[in-house]
């Protein structure tokens, strides 16, 4: 790790903390905040969404997405897209202006251009870093059991302050706003080296993002088969509302009991309705920031 990189993660998670921020204390809703984090992430080639997003097998970028809505339960998301800017915008016009909740594909795409949404061509999302990584991937591919980047080899040129095969790099958003509503958003490339068409916990509602006014919002990031089978992020809610437990009792439980125990790793970021926070991870590191109106914003990346 070079303190330089770190530095950068650290400006940049509070950069975007902070654009979040902004909207909440004008009034915003959690929706536009978390909108707005995500789309910064996606645009900031450190993260692993948007422009920088990992590479498939095939050398191609998938890119997925989700958001919901606290207050109504409405919900929108894309998967599998490789030719739209910014996939948060895209899941977020699914939401409002469909009958649908989630697109895959050729037809998301369809969707998004009839949306106006930005179109780029594949080679927008492409960094060297990324490039590497894959090159990484395909070498150590024999002793992959599967397409879990976690399980690559240990190397760190770029000198990231978590090492890059090591991190999933999904990135997400979840905020309450002044009327109470809750907001969550997920957008990631899914994992280094994955296989054309596979689609992860990111844009999948209960896994990868859940909001719900009467319990919290949950973004995840990690292993998404996992946060899949665990229905991670509506567990958290379920333990919640059905079990009453407290926010910090249900992600941990969900995040260093349920997860660990089917070989799941990773974290999440979660927000209740009280306005508690919760940002458990098993792995090694979660990059991670929490921006509270009149408060000075906080950003970590280890434990
Ligand atoms: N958690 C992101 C993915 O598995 O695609």
Same mark, same amino acid.
């Given at each position: 790790?070079?303190?330089?990189?770190?530095?950068?993660?650290?400006?940049?998670?509070?950069?975007?903390?902070?654009?979040?921020?902004?909207?909440?204390?004008?009034?915003?809703? @959690?929706?536009?905040?978390?909108?707005?984090?995500?789309?910064?992430?996606?645009?900031?080639?450190?993260?692993?969404?948007?422009?920088?997003?990992?590479?498939?097998?095939?050398?191609?970028?998938?890119?997925?997405?989700?958001?919901?809505?606290?207050?109504?339960?409405?919900?929108?998301?894309?998967?599998?897209?490789?030719?739209?800017?910014?996939?948060?915008? @895209?899941?977020?016009?699914?939401?409002?202006?469909?009958?649908?909740?989630?697109?895959?594909?050729?037809?998301?795409?369809?969707?998004?251009?009839?949306?106006?949404?930005?179109?780029?061509?594949?080679?927008?999302?492409?960094?060297?870093?990324?490039?590497?990584?894959?090159?990484?991937?395909?070498?150590?591919?024999?002793?992959?059991?599967?397409?879990?980047?976690?399980?690559?080899?240990?190397?760190?040129?770029?000198?990231?302050?978590?090492?890059?095969?090591?991190?999933?790099?999904?990135?997400?958003?979840?905020?309450?706003?002044?009327?109470?509503?809750?907001?969550?958003?997920?957008?990631?490339? #899914?994992?280094?080296?994955?296989?054309?068409?596979?689609?992860?916990?990111?844009?999948?509602?209960?896994? #990868?993002?859940?909001?719900?006014?009467?319990?919290?919002?949950?973004?995840?990031?990690?292993? #998404?088969? /996992?946060?899949?089978?665990?229905?991670?992020?509506?567990?958290?809610? @379920?333990? /919640?509302?059905?079990?009453?437990?407290?926010?910090?009792?249900?992600?941990?439980?969900?995040?260093?009991?349920?997860?660990?125990?089917?070989?799941?790793? #990773?974290?999440?970021?979660?927000?209740?309705?009280?306005?508690?926070?919760?940002?458990?991870?098993?792995?090694?590191? /979660?990059?991670?920031?929490?921006?509270?109106?009149?408060?000075?914003?906080?950003?970590?990346?280890?434990?």
């Amino acid at each position: 790790m070079t303190p330089e990189k770190e530095l950068e993660y650290r400006n940049a998670l509070t950069m975007i903390v902070t654009a979040g921020q902004v909207i909440l204390t004008h009034g915003g809703s @959690a929706l536009d905040a978390v909108t707005e984090a995500v789309r910064l992430l996606e645009e900031n080639p450190l993260f692993n969404a948007g422009k920088g997003a990992v590479f498939t097998h095939n050398g191609t970028n998938e890119l997925d997405a989700s958001i919901m809505d606290g207050a109504t339960l409405n919900a929108g998301a894309i998967a599998g897209v490789s030719h739209i800017r910014n996939p948060i915008l @895209a899941a977020r016009a699914v939401m409002e202006h469909s009958n649908h909740v989630m697109f895959i594909g050729e037809g998301a795409e369809t969707f998004a251009r009839s949306q106006n949404i930005e179109m780029v061509e594949p080679d927008f999302y492409y960094t060297d870093a990324r490039y590497e990584q894959l090159q990484r991937a395909l070498l150590d591919q024999g002793v992959m059991l599967d397409h879990d980047a976690a399980s690559l080899a240990v190397r760190n040129p770029q000198g990231d302050p978590i090492d890059p095969d090591k991190k999933f790099g999904t990135v997400g958003a979840v905020a309450i706003d002044n009327d109470g509503n809750l907001a969550a958003a997920t957008s990631t490339g #899914g994992m280094t080296n994955k296989q054309a068409g596979r689609v992860g916990d990111s844009p999948i509602i209960g896994a #990868g993002c859940y909001a719900n006014n009467r319990t919290v919002a949950v973004s995840a990031t990690g292993t #998404g088969e /996992m946060f899949m089978r665990a229905v991670a992020a509506y567990d958290v809610s @379920a333990l /919640m509302e059905y079990a009453g437990l407290s926010l910090e009792e249900a992600a941990n439980r969900v995040v260093m009991e349920k997860l660990p125990a089917i070989d799941g790793r #990773g974290g999440l970021i979660a927000v209740d309705s009280q306005g508690n926070v919760a940002l458990p991870f098993n792995s090694e590191g /979660m990059y991670r920031g929490v921006g509270r109106v009149g408060q000075p914003v906080e950003v970590d990346i280890y434990r």
